[in-house]
């Protein structure tokens, strides 16, 4: 039985999909999810027979409609602050030492849209939706939107859809690099799966350097991100990993890759 009420989380092979499981909210981030989030994230860190995690929503027109707006409604703005301080979502999921996928099932608004934007891949439904609707509220995106939306779709996109609140649909997002990939809805799962298990296969040294020396690239100047890089490759050159890579090479066979 799941150890989660608001998330479902099943394995497949070295993949693990986190389902957010509210679907009369329209998975709808509560304080309860996040805190299930960041449990399920903790579990699975650790655990080496995982090495992708996928993100998706339960039901199937809503990945995530934002934060919960129940909750704002009464909070006071120090009672608001408490909510954001400690360990965030967004952030763990950005900074998480394995690959960790959208699959955006339906609407991503809001809180949806900026948890999308902290995985490392957005893999969409033709059917979705996605936008930073807050501006409707007469508040602002508080999940890192304003700060990484600007560097997934540039700033101009960006002051368009946090100005605007507009939704775009899923062929829009493609276009302007809000989303990698659109698959027709239908065939969503199985070729984010497909995705997720080719990913598995690979180095798990190398894929944690990798995603880490691509999310300094927007911390750091040139300089010390090249340097940054530098050093992640050569930790990946000590690795059992590289040595199995580089001899499954030669001798024309799969690696197994052992993430040591
Ligand atoms: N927070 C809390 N509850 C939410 C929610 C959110 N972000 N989004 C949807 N819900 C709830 C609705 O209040 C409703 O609850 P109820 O059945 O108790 O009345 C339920 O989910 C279903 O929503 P409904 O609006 O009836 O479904 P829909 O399919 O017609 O529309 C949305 C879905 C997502 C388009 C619409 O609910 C919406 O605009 N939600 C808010 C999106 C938003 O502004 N997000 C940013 C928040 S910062």
């Known amino acids: 039985m799941s150890a989660y009420e608001l998330l479902q989380m099943e394995r497949d092979g070295a993949v693990a999909i986190v389902t ?46 934002g934060a919960d707006i129940g909750e704002f409604a009464q909070r006071t703005p120090l009672e608001q602050r408490a909510a954001m301080t400690g360990r965030r979502v967004f952030d763990e999921v950005a900074a998480y030492p394995k690959p960790v996928l959208a699959m955006i099932n339906g609407l991503a608004l809001g809180g949806g849209c900026e948890l999308a934007l902290a995985c490392d891949v957005r893999l969409a439904a033709d059917t979705a939706k996605l936008g930073q609707p807050e501006i409707n509220l007469g508040i602002i995106p508080g999940g890192g939107g304003t700060q990484r939306l600007p560097r997934v779709v540039g700033t101009g996109q960006a002051m368009r859809l946090i100005l605007s609140g507009e939704i775009i649909g899923a062929a829009e997002a493609l276009r302007i690099g809000l989303v990698d990939v659109v698959h027709p809805a239908t065939e969503l799962r199985e070729r984010t799966l497909e995705f997720a298990r080719g990913m598995a296969g690979k180095s798990p040294v190398a894929l944690r350097m990798a995603k880490s020396a691509v999310r300094a690239a927007a911390e750091m100047p040139l300089s010390a991100g090249l340097q940054y890089e530098t050093e992640a490759f050569i930790t990946c050159f000590g690795s059992d990993d590289k040595r199995e890579g580089v001899a499954a090479f030669l001798e024309k066979r799969t690696a197994e890759f052992t993430g040591r």
């Open 20 to 65: 957010i499981d509210r679907p009369e909210k329209r998975n709808a981030l509560s304080a309860q999810v996040r805190a299930e989030l960041i449990a399920v994230l903790d579990e699975l860190r650790d655990d080496d027979g995982v090495r992708v995690l996928v993100i998706t929503g339960a039901g199937d027109n809503s990945f995530v409609a």
